[in-house]
């Protein structure tokens, strides 16, 4: 229950693509869901983040889609860049008490200039 | 604002020795998280301190490793003995209590237990 399901496992797109990240979960108390950006011998970043209570946030190229009902939320990244390439990690935490996240087994994405 | 400082970047050992990491988090961050990333996988919590207390440690595998925060500050992280399973990226990351609930993350310590 505590897990979150990550896929797809990599992705290659070409540059100005739209590649789409999906991420679902089981534990209903989780209410904060951020994507974190890793580039390789960095730590996590974090990219954009959202709450249960709205459907969708924008923060510049990129998008959080996000449906209750079915517990699955989805990054798209618009315009897709070279500098783009990373791997991608999705994670879920609950707001009350201290934060605890739990992540996703990543996405590692290569945009194709 | 210094990020999250972690040392040594890179670390060889062999089976059965031990190790020890450091992190100092972002100042003022009562929040300190360690985290284990194995190549391939997400990162998978091992301690979470508030201030100098553990918050949990229910994945810690604590015949081997220990933490301790103990002017609620920096904190280390051992194994001991290592094991090969063992080799991964250690992340530590720091947070705000109570305010955004962002975790900033330090690049990590690579270890590779041979």
């Known amino acids: 229950q505590q897990q979150v399901k990550q896929s797809p496992q990599s992705l290659i797109v070409q540059k100005g693509g739209i590649p789409i990240i999906n991420c679902a979960y089981e534990n209903t108390a989780f209410d904060y869901f951020p994507w974190y950006q890793q580039f390789p011998g960095k730590g996590p970043a974090l990219l954009i983040a959202i709450r249960p209570d709205v459907s969708e946030k924008k923060e510049g190229r990129f998008t959080i889609s996000f449906n209750k009902s079915a517990k699955q939320f989805s990054l798209h990244i618009m315009d897709s860049q070279p500098g783009d390439s990373a791997t991608y990690f999705c994670?879920?935490?609950?707001?009350?008490?201290?934060?605890?996240?739990?992540f996703g087994t990543g996405t590692r994405l290569k945009v194709l200039a | 604002e210094a990020g999250v400082a972690q040392s040594p970047r890179y670390k060889i050992i062999e089976k059965r020795q031990s190790v020890a990491f450091w992190c100092n988090p972002i100042s003022g961050h009562a929040t300190l998280y360690w985290y284990q990333q194995i190549l391939g996988q997400g990162p998978k919590l091992l301690i979470q301190?508030?201030?100098?207390?553990?918050?949990?440690d229910s994945q810690l595998p604590k015949d081997r490793f220990s933490a301790e925060r103990l002017k609620g500050v920096d904190s280390t992280l051992k194994i001991q003995p290592a094991k090969l399973e063992d080799s991964a990226v250690y992340l530590c990351?720091?947070?705000?209590?109570?305010?955004?609930?962002?975790?900033?993350f330090g690049q990590g310590t690579r270890l590779t237990v041979v």
């Open positions: 994670a879920a935490s609950t707001l009350s008490g201290t934060y605890k996240y739990i």
């Open positions: 990351a720091s947070g705000v209590l109570g305010g955004s609930p962002e975790a900033f």
């Open positions: 301190f508030q201030n100098n207390g553990v918050v949990d």
